[in-house]
Nanobody
Framework: QMQLVESGGGLVQPGGSLKLSCTAS????????MGWYRQVSGNQRELVAR???????DYSDSAKGRFTISRDNAKLTMYLQMNSLKPEDTAVYYC?????????WGQGTQVTVSS
């Protein structure tokens, strides 16, 4: 079964940038539409951005113009380049399929935007 591991989070100042990675194993990654999600403690997970197997992106309103989703199927990896970060972007970021599957939620990677 597919396993997903997120990485690349950290502490960054407002206006800064981070690039998250999601590496897959145990699956034919190139066939799968994928997405990035985030969760603030106590709130529901929300969609940040999605990308089809062919590389067509889809963004939430909060991500448009600031974040870029991409993938490298040869490396079994999906990325999220986050620019112009705001304190409200602080959350744990997860990757999953385009339509999330409970089984595939990993531990996520913490992003903290603070001065």
């Amino acid at each position: 079964q597919m396993q997903l591991v997120e990485s690349g989070g950290g502490l960054v100042q407002p206006g800064g940038s981070l690039k998250l990675s999601c590496t897959a194993s145990g699956t034919i990654f190139s066939n799968i539409d994928m997405g990035w999600y985030r969760q603030v403690s106590g709130n529901q997970r929300e969609l940040v951005a999605r990308i089809t197997s062919g590389g067509t992106p889809d963004y939430s309103d909060s991500a448009k113009g600031r974040f870029t989703i991409s993938r490298d199927n040869a490396k079994l990896t999906m990325y999220l380049q986050m620019n112009s970060l705001k304190p409200e972007d602080t959350a744990v970021y997860y990757c999953n399929k385009w339509t999330p599957v409970t089984l595939y939620w990993g531990q996520g990677t913490q992003v903290t935007v603070s001065s």
